[in-house]
C-alpha cells in the first residue's frame, strides 16, 4: 500500500476524468509545477497505482444499445473446467467483461448486443450452447454512473 497524499488523491481525480491528460494540463489545473507532476505520476506509475490507459469506447455510438448483465451458474453434472469454461466465453465478441464471483452464480458477465433480438441471439446461440452452462440470470442495464472508485 502506498501512502497517498491530498495531491496525490487530487491528481487521481483528474485521471479518472480523463486519463489522457498531460502532465502540464494536471499542473496548471491542480496549481502545480509541470516537473511536480510529472514526477508524481511517475511515483504512481511506479507503485503500480497507475497502469496503463485505456480508451473507452460508447458502445450505444457503435450501435450497441443493449448491455446485459447475465449471472451463470455452472452445470453440475460431469467435471466443469473453469479454464475451458472461461476460454470459450472469452471468444465470444459480445462479453465485455467476465468475473467469476462467490454467491448464487459462479460467473456475472457484461454483455453488449445491438438490441434484445441481438442479446437472445447470442445468449441461445453462442452461450446456451456451452456445455459448462447450467442455470442463467439476465439483468438488463438501464442506466450506469460511473465513480471513480475509493480515492479517499
Known amino acids: 500500500?502506498?501512502?497517498?497524499?491530498?495531491?496525490?488523491?487530487?491528481?487521481?481525480?483528474?485521471?479518472?476524468?480523463?486519463?489522457?491528460?498531460?502532465?502540464?494540463?494536471?499542473?496548471?489545473?491542480?496549481?502545480?509545477?509541470?516537473?511536480?507532476?510529472?514526477?508524481?505520476?511517475?511515483?504512481?506509475?511506479?507503485?503500480?497505482?497507475?497502469?496503463?490507459?485505456?480508451?473507452?469506447?460508447?458502445?450505444?455510438?457503435?450501435?450497441?444499445?443493449?448491455?446485459?448483465?447475465?449471472?451463470?451458474?455452472?452445470?453440475?453434472?460431469?467435471?466443469v473446467s473453469l479454464e475451458d469454461f472461461e476460454r470459450a466465453i472469452t471468444a465470444i465478441p459480445e462479453v465485455q467483461a467476465v468475473h467469476h464471483v462467490l454467491g448464487r452464480y459462479d460467473y456475472r458477465l457484461r454483455i453488449v448486443a445491438r438490441d434484445l433480438p441481438d442479446f437472445e441471439r447470442v445468449l441461445r446461440r453462442r452461450i446456451m450452447v456451452l456445455p459448462a452452462v447450467g442455470e442463467v440470470e439476465a439483468n438488463v442495464l438501464l442506466s450506469e454512473e460511473r465513480l471513480p472508485g475509493p480515492i479517499g
Not at 498531460?22 to 497507475?50: H, K
Open 1 to 79: 500500500m502506498i501512502d497517498l497524499d491530498e495531491t496525490d488523491r487530487a491528481l487521481l481525480r483528474a485521471l479518472v476524468q480523463d486519463a489522457g491528460q498531460s502532465a502540464g494540463a494536471l499542473a496548471r489545473r491542480l496549481n502545480l509545477s509541470q516537473p511536480t507532476a510529472w514526477r508524481r505520476i511517475r511515483r504512481l506509475e511506479t507503485a503500480g497505482v497507475l497502469s496503463g490507459k485505456r480508451l473507452e469506447l460508447d458502445a450505444a455510438r457503435l450501435g450497441f444499445g443493449v448491455t446485459v448483465f447475465l449471472g451463470i451458474k455452472l452445470a453440475a453434472r460431469g467435471r
